[in-house]
C-alpha cells in the first residue's frame, strides 16, 4: 500500500530553502548515509509530488537535461513553466477537495509504492491537514539561515519513528499524527 512520505533536508532554523529558493546550503555539508538513504527512498517512489519552486530550481541546475527521476512527477503549479524531457504533470489544487481528487490520482500512478513530496512546506502541511501525509522524514542540515521557505507551513503534530546521524547531518523519521 501506498504511503505519502514527505522527504526532505532542512536547515537547523527549520527552512528548506533560501527566501530566493536556493538549494545551495545544502550542499556544504557532508552527507554521509543520508545521501544513499534518500536515493534508496528515490528509486523506490512510484510518484513524486513537487511545488513550482523546487521544480524550478532542478530545472536550472540540470540545464536541458531530462529529468532526474523516473517516477511520474506532479508539479503543483498556477503557472506555465518550461518542461523537460520525462513524465512530468502540471496540476493545481486550490481546495481541500482539489487537493483530496489530485492525491488519489497520484496514489493510483505509484502503483503501490510510496509517493515522496519531495519540496514544498505548504503542500506537505495541507496533505497533513487533510489526513493524507503518512510520514515525513528530515535531514537536518548543520547550518542555520534566518528565513526561508519553511520546512512545514502550518501545524503538523508528529510521532518520532527513528533518529540517527549520517554523516554531519541529523535524520529523523516522523509518522504523521492523524487529525
Not at 8 to 18: E, K, M, N, V, W
Not at 79 to 103: C, I, K, M, N, Q
Not at 137 to 160: K, N, Y
Amino acid at each position: 500500500m501506498s504511503r505519502t512520505v514527505y522527504n526532505t533536508a532542512t536547515s537547523l532554523d527549520g527552512f528548506i530553502a533560501t527566501e530566493d529558493h536556493s538549494l545551495e546550503w545544502l550542499f556544504a555539508a557532508d552527507g554521509g548515509d543520508a545521501l544513499n538513504e534518500t536515493e534508496d527512498f528515490i528509486r523506490g517512489a512510484g510518484a513524486i509530488v513537487t511545488g513550482a519552486s523546487t521544480y524550478e530550481w532542478i530545472l536550472r541546475h540540470e540545464g536541458d537535461k531530462p529529468w532526474p527521476y523516473q517516477a511520474p512527477t506532479w508539479v503543483l503549479t498556477h503557472r506555465d513553466l518550461p518542461r523537460v524531457e520525462g513524465d512530468l504533470r502540471f496540476a493545481s489544487a486550490d481546495t481541500d477537495r482539489e487537493l483530496r481528487d489530485l492525491h488519489a490520482r497520484v496514489v493510483a500512478s505509484a502503483g503501490g509504492r510510496d509517493v515522496w513530496v519531495v519540496g514544498g512546506g505548504g503542500i506537505a502541511a495541507s496533505l497533513a491537514r487533510l489526513g493524507l501525509l503518512d510520514e515525513v522524514v528530515v535531514s537536518i542540515a548543520p547550518v542555520t539561515l534566518g528565513s526561508g521557505a519553511p520546512l512545514m507551513a502550518g501545524r503538523v503534530d508528529l510521532r518520532v519513528l527513528d533518529v540517527h546521524r549520517a554523516g554531519d547531518f541529523a535524520c529523523a523519521r516522523y509518522e504523521v499524527v492523524r487529525p
